[in-house]
C-alpha cells in the first residue's frame, strides 16, 4: 500500500514539472499578435447586434460603419507599421499649438517637470488615432470609440511608447498603441482609423511636422 502511495506520488510529481516545464517554454505574444487579437475583439463587437443595441445610440452613419467593420477580413494584415519616437512634439501639432511656417508655440515647455513631460507624451500617443478620425468625421469618431479596446500585458523587452499600424486589404486600418510602464507592463489600445490611405496621408505629415518621429514598417 505504501509503494502504491509513494509511486503515485512520484509520479504525480513528475506530472507537475513536466507541466511546468512546459508553460515556462510557452513563447510570449509579439505585439503584432497582441493587436490582432485587440483587432478581432473589436470585429466582433461590431458585428453583435446585442452589444451595439446596449451600448450605442440608434445612429445610422454609426450602423454603417459597424457593418462595414462586421464584414472586413482581419484575420491577417497586409502591412504592419510602427509609429515611434518623441510625441511631445508631434502632440503639439495636433492641438493646433504649431504655425503653417512650422514653429514650436508653447512656452510653457520649460515648466514642465520630466514626469508630467512623460504624462503629456503618454496622453498625445493615445490621442492620436482620435484626433485623425475627429477630423473626418462625427460618426467616424462615434464608432470608433465605441469600438475601442485595451488590454494589459508584461513586456519587458519594449523600451519605449510606441504606435503599430495595421493595414488589411479589405478593411479599415487600425492603431494599436502600446504605452509601457514599470516592471514591464504595457497597455495597449486599439482603435480603427477610418481613412484608408491612412499611412500614405501620415507620411507626408511626419515629412512637413515629424521632428523625432520615425515610421517604419514591421517584419511579419
Not at 514653429?103 to 496622453?123: C, G, H, I, Q, V
Not at 469600438?147 to 510606441?162: A, G, T
Request: aromatic share 10%; charged share 25%.
Amino acid at each position: 500500500m505504501k509503494k502504491t502511495i509513494l509511486t503515485a506520488t512520484i509520479l504525480l510529481t513528475i506530472l507537475c514539472l513536466a507541466c511546468g516545464a512546459k508553460a515556462k517554454s510557452k513563447k510570449p505574444k509579439t505585439l503584432i499578435e497582441h493587436g490582432l487579437s485587440l483587432i478581432s475583439l473589436m470585429k466582433e463587437k461590431a458585428g453583435n447586434q446585442s452589444f451595439l443595441n446596449l451600448m450605442s445610440p440608434r445612429n445610422d452613419g454609426i450602423a454603417e460603419k459597424m457593418k462595414e467593420i462586421a464584414s472586413g477580413n482581419v484575420s491577417k494584415s497586409s502591412a504592419v507599421y510602427c509609429l515611434s519616437g518623441d510625441f511631445y512634439n508631434f502632440g503639439i501639432f495636433l492641438f493646433n499649438r504649431i504655425d503653417l511656417s512650422g514653429t514650436w508655440k508653447n512656452p510653457e515647455e520649460d515648466f514642465y517637470s520630466a514626469p508630467l513631460k512623460e504624462e503629456m507624451n503618454k496622453r498625445f500617443v493615445s490621442a492620436i488615432p482620435a484626433s485623425w478620425n475627429a477630423r473626418i468625421g462625427s460618426p467616424e469618431l462615434a464608432a470608433a470609440s465605441l469600438l475601442e479596446s485595451e488590454k494589459s500585458f508584461v513586456n519587458k523587452k519594449l523600451k519605449s511608447d510606441c504606435i503599430y499600424i495595421f493595414e488589411f486589404q479589405n478593411a479599415y486600418p487600425v492603431a494599436v498603441c502600446f504605452l509601457r510602464y514599470d516592471d514591464g507592463a504595457v497597455l495597449a489600445k486599439a482603435t480603427h482609423i477610418f481613412d484608408r490611405n491612412f499611412v500614405p496621408k501620415l507620411k507626408e505629415v511626419l515629412e512637413k511636422f515629424g521632428k523625432g518621429i520615425k515610421l517604419e514598417q514591421v517584419k511579419q
